[in-house]
């Protein structure tokens, strides 16, 4: 299978944030890795994975109470 890489805008502020959702990030399998650029503006969480889709991701996300939304390719 073929390694993808998804972005979202996020509301993921800081490090307190990020650590909030990296369990959930770091176990789910097809996650090879992940990273969120806390400067930009967007917030963007950026995702390398392989067999997981935008809407599990998001899913993730807003379980921990942030939003999520895929950035268009």
């Not at 972005?7 to 789910?28: E, H, I, P, R, Y």
């Not at 889709?53 to 895929?70: L, N, P, Q, T, W």
């Given at each position: 299978?073929?390694?993808k890489?998804?972005?979202?805008k996020?509301?993921?502020?800081?490090?307190?944030?990020?650590?909030?959702?990296?369990a959930?990030?770091?176990?789910?399998?097809?996650?090879?890795?992940?990273?969120v650029?806390?400067a930009?503006?967007?917030?963007?969480?950026?995702?390398?994975?392989?067999?997981?889709?935008?809407?599990?991701?998001?899913?993730?996300?807003?379980?921990?109470?942030?939003d999520?939304?895929?950035c268009?390719?």
């Amino acid at each position: 299978m073929e390694s993808k890489e998804l972005q979202f805008k996020t509301n993921l502020n800081c490090g307190g944030c990020v650590s909030k959702v990296s369990a959930d990030l770091d176990n789910m399998d097809g996650i090879l890795e992940w990273s969120v650029d806390t400067a930009n503006a967007d917030k963007i969480l950026t995702v390398k994975c392989e067999g997981v889709s935008e809407e599990e991701v998001v899913e993730i996300i807003k379980r921990k109470g942030f939003d999520a939304v895929a950035c268009s390719a």
